[in-house]
């Protein structure tokens, strides 16, 4: 995704203009992914395990890792949910999508994971880039799994580029579950 642009990391050229008020009253501005260097990334992998159960129909996924809610999702029931476990008790949750947004946990689970017993499963991916704390300001991206499914970031989170697609990492969830590496 590279746009030409050769400056240092920052977001003000990927930036649209645009703004989203999100439910917790905050504006987000809009960043534009296919605007993003990832020149200048570093080399990051997850390191933490995860817990992964079956979502139940009617049920509503909401990915929290801090005090924002980042995305949601609406269940239909089967969808594999990833979750990891926070120290201080809380859960991050998260429902792995496609860009479409069709959910793809078990194609996610079987190629960057390994079986670890009673519902845990260990990491085997290897590293993607990752635009480590870029994010300096609430920025949403927009559709980022599907029309409608929008991830809201706030100060200190992470872009990652992964199958040629860009998302984000909330900045407590990256400390506890990914490793930048040297």
Known sequence: MATGYTGPVTLDHALTGDTLLHIDGLTYAVLDPARLDFAAAQPARKTASI????????????????????????ATGGELIFINDLPDGREDAYLPRDASGRPNGDEV?????EAAGDGHYRPVATPCPVLHQVIDRPVVMLDVWGPGQHQFLTLGASLKLESGRVTGIDRHAFALTWTVEA
């Open 109 to 113: 689970l079987a190629g960057a994971y």
């Open 51 to 74: 817990r992964v159960r079956t979502a139940t129909a009617g049920e509503t996924i909401v990915t929290r890792p801090d005090a924002i809610e980042e995305a949601s999702f609406f």
